[in-house]
Nanobody
Framework: QVQLVESGGGLVQAGGSLRLSCAAS????????MGWFRQSPGKEREFVAA????????HYEDSVKGRFTISRNNAENTGYLQMNSLKPEDTAVYYC?????????????????WGQGTQVTVSS
């Protein structure tokens, strides 16, 4: 079994920054794409960012481009989401996800493993 554990969420004022981490553990599951998603109350889970297994390609949802940066450290099996210039509309539970793939995976349905989520609240 594979476990993903997020950390780094919290309460921050608009314009502030947070760095989310996602630690993967358990059985090896090959080269994997890692993604971040978020869900606000009453809304569907939405894609935020994804990074290819070797870190050389990333993709972002339009509203976070230029503000969020996804990265990974494969030696430590950890992924990160650096969030800058946060806005109240970024408030959500953020989930990391992983799936065995050599390509970028952008849809939630294609991810196999999920973390429990971490709350990010941005006050105005």
């Amino acid at each position: 079994q594979v476990q993903l554990v997020e950390s780094g969420g919290g309460l921050v004022q608009a314009g502030g920054s947070l760095r989310l981490s996602c630690a993967a553990s358990g059985r090896a599951f090959g080269p994997y794409c890692m993604g971040w998603f978020r869900q606000s109350p009453g809304k569907e889970r939405e894609f935020v960012a994804a990074i290819k297994w070797n870190g050389d390609t990333t993709h972002y949802e339009d509203s976070v481009k230029g503000r969020f940066t996804i990265s990974r450290n494969n030696a430590e099996n950890t992924g990160y989401l650096q969030m800058n210039s946060l806005k109240p509309e970024d408030t959500a539970v953020y989930y990391c996800a992983a799936t065995t793939a050599y390509t970028l995976v952008l849809t939630a349905a294609e991810y196999t493993y999920w973390g429990q989520g971490t709350q990010v609240t941005v006050s105005s």
